[in-house]
């Protein structure tokens, strides 16, 4: 179903003209840059790539979503669509949180877990790490929608749906990734959303919260202690086949990567032929072998430095150009860039399926409503394409 999206997205924007209003939205957003330099760096290194042809052809086709992020910038450049595009995420992730409730008692057919009563893993994606980081940016925009509510009712109802959505992570889903980065979102929007002289007060609300929902989730607190003990298990004993064990040692071992040749890497698809000379074991292999668990140093070990100041510059502009946008989607814009910093040490947000679908998706969304700044209280936006124009 991607795909077949992707496609009609692809052939609907080559086939309905625009191009120098389209160019002029890509070439203007602050974004397009450091999405060029990825792309153009994921070409150059098949160059002098060690790796077989199969590997390169698969990651053209992940990093092909790089490209597919300038296109959504000239989709979603209205700001009816934008709205669009929010609401759809918002239907999907109440049908995304509803599921996972009604699967502690049903075996919801759609849910990949299939576990009922409490305690145990209620994930509805087949990947629950990335359900964690949808349903942690969509307790975002519940709070933010909270936020401008203009009636207590609503304030009160969206502030509800935001509460379950952060239980869902924090009791119903196994992994930390999911708790992490809901943590960390919920500072930075406390921090950007709240008052000057509530800020401290809010970030304090946070800290009492979690720890509140850390006493309360035996699921919560089996997956804290178990880090501290996977920790040890490697560091005493060199045990690999843990999820703390396993991050451990892809990282340092493409950290080495990187250090051998830090100006340009290794080259596209290095990271996995490498890897292979590293873990000869398969069921280690099926793991480490295919990313290291963390976005910059993949792209350190593949790019070197270049790849890695790339992707940083992807970060910071991002982050940067929330604060030229309207307050709701600077917020929603600070608490997603919180999402997508941290999961970027710990996964491979622009590798992993689900992920790089939601990554690829929605930041676009977010930073299409960027305007060019003129004066200060001003913004320009691109020429307008034609229908607008002679409307």
């Known amino acids: 179903m991607v795909n077949i999206g992707i496609l009609l997205v692809l052939v609907g924007w080559l086939l309905s003209g625009q191009w120098r209003w389209k160019l002029d939205v890509i070439r203007h957003n602050p974004i397009t840059l450091p999405v060029m330099l990825l792309s153009a760096l994921v070409l150059v290194g098949i160059a002098y790539t060690d790796a077989p042809r199969a590997y390169i052809g698969h990651h053209l086709y992940v990093y092909s ?60 994606f087949n990947d629950y790490i990335a359900q964690g980081l949808a349903m942690s940016f969509f307790t975002a925009l519940a709070v933010v929608i909270a936020l401008d509510a203009r009636t207590r009712s609503m304030r009160w109802a969206w502030a509800l749906v935001a509460v379950f959505t952060v239980f869902s992570i924090t009791h119903l889903l196994q992994g930390r990734t999911g708790q992490v980065v809901l943590l960390a979102m919920l500072c930075a929007l406390a921090w950007v959303a709240a008052p000057m002289a509530w800020r401290w007060r809010a970030l304090a609300l946070v800290v009492l919260a979690t720890v509140l929902l850390f006493l309360s989730s035996s699921l919560l607190r089996h997956r804290v202690t178990s880090l501290f003990t996977e920790f040890a298990q490697y560091t005493d004993a060199g045990l690999l086949t843990t ?39 398969p069921g280690v292999c099926a793991v480490s072998c295919l990313h290291p668990h963390n976005q910059f140093l993949f792209l350190a070990a593949e790019f070197g430095l270049l ?85």
């Open 65 to 124: 979503k790089l490209p597919l992020m300038l296109m959504l910038l000239t989709l979603l450049y209205e700001p009816c669509w934008q709205r669009r595009g929010l609401l759809a995420f918002t239907v999907g992730s109440l049908i995304t949180v509803a599921s996972t409730y009604a699967n502690i008692w049903f075996d919801v057919p759609w849910s990949d877990s299939h576990n009922q009563g409490l305690g145990v893993t209620h994930h509805v």
């Open 307 to 391: 790849g890695l100041v790339a992707y940083v510059l992807l970060l910071q502009r991002a982050f940067a150009a929330a604060f030229d946008l309207t307050v709701r989607y600077r917020n929603l814009l600070v608490a997603f860039m919180a999402i997508l910093f941290v999961d970027s040490f710990i996964n491979g947000p622009f590798w992993v399926t689900t992920e790089r679908h939601l990554f690829a998706s929605v930041l676009p969304l977010l930073v299409a409503g960027w305007r060019l700044p003129v004066n200060k209280g001003e913004t320009v936006a691109a020429s307008e394409p034609e229908v607008e124009r002679s409307a």
């Open 243 to 281: 999820s703390t064990g396993f991050r451990l040692d892809m990282w340092k071992n493409a950290l080495e990567m990187y250090l051998t040749s830090p100006l340009w890497g290794h080259g596209t698809a290095s990271y996995r032929v490498l890897s292979e000379q590293i873990y000869t074991d």
